[in-house]
T-cell receptor, first 115, second 111 residues
Framework: DTGVSQDPRHKITKRGQNVTFRCDPISEHNRLYWYRQTLGQGPEFLTYFQNEAQLEKSRLLSDRFSAERPKGSFSTLEIQRTEQGDSAMYLC???WGQGVYNEQFFGPGTRLTVL | GQQLNQSPQSMFIQEGEDVSMNCTSSSIFNTWLWYKQDPGEGPVLLIALYKAGELTSNGRLTAQFGITRKDSFLNISASIPSDVGIYFCAGQLEGYQKVTFGTGTKLQVIP
């Protein structure tokens, strides 16, 4: 399977714990995106990397959230001191391109439940 | 901030019927996109529109980029059971990679 993969698919944690999610983009895609989707809503943009540089960040990405893409390949999204409001599906997407819109291919998501 | 409102919120149709759904925005976009999401999966791009007034087809799907750049519609002709899912419109501003998604239209097809 050469699509975007995310790990884990499901995570249940207690409030106050830290969690980390991993995203492996499609091979050689230079752009990587994180979105958050709550039940009944569309995905909301969190952040975007071009290679290893984080170029766009949403105001939704509070100081408890940090994303990295150290070698321009896989990415991690860490949430510190989780809150119940962090419960959501976290989607990763990747694309290849240099200019305007390039089709973003989405992974299956990591569903986070904070108890 | 930008908001994309979709209508209807949900719809039940008979297999074989045509479907139409709309999306309106409080501000303009340079690119309009339509995605479909199945349960437990990420969204999949159906159609991308890059120019105001553009009408684009992909099989049984047709979408248009509104002249005002603040709206778009998606039509599905001769619906089939596998059309079931949630359809999202989305917009993108020139110079930004961020995609803003709409509220979604849930489609159910009755065989």
């Amino acid at each position: 399977d050469t699509g975007v993969s995310q790990d884990p698919r499901h995570k249940i944690t207690k409030r106050g714990q830290n969690v980390t999610f991993r995203c492996d983009p499609i091979s050689e895609h230079n752009r990587l995106y994180w979105y958050r989707q709550t039940l009944g809503q569309g995905p909301e943009f969190l952040t975007y990397f071009q290679n290893e540089a984080q170029l766009e960040k949403s105001r939704l990405l509070s100081d408890r959230f940090s994303a990295e893409r150290p070698k321009g390949s896989f990415s991690t999204l860490e949430i510190q001191r989780t809150e119940q409001g962090d419960s959501a599906m976290y989607l990763c997407a990747s694309s290849w391109g240099q200019g305007v819109y390039n089709e973003q291919f989405f992974g299956p998501g990591t569903r986070l439940t904070v108890l | 901030g930008q908001q994309l409102n979709q209508s209807p919120q949900s719809m039940f149709i008979q297999e074989g019927e045509d479907v139409s759904m709309n999306c309106t925005s409080s501000s303009i976009f340079n690119t309009w996109l339509w995605y479909k999401q199945d349960p437990g999966e990420g969204p999949v791009l159906l159609i991308a529109l890059y120019k105001a007034g553009e009408l684009t087809s992909n099989g049984r799907l047709t979408a248009q980029f509104g002249i005002t750049r603040k709206d778009s519609f998606l039509n599905i002709s001769a619906s089939i059971p596998s059309d079931v899912g949630i359809y999202f419109c989305a917009g993108q501003l020139e110079g930004y990679q961020k995609v803003t998604f709409g509220t979604g239209t849930k489609l159910q097809v009755i065989p």
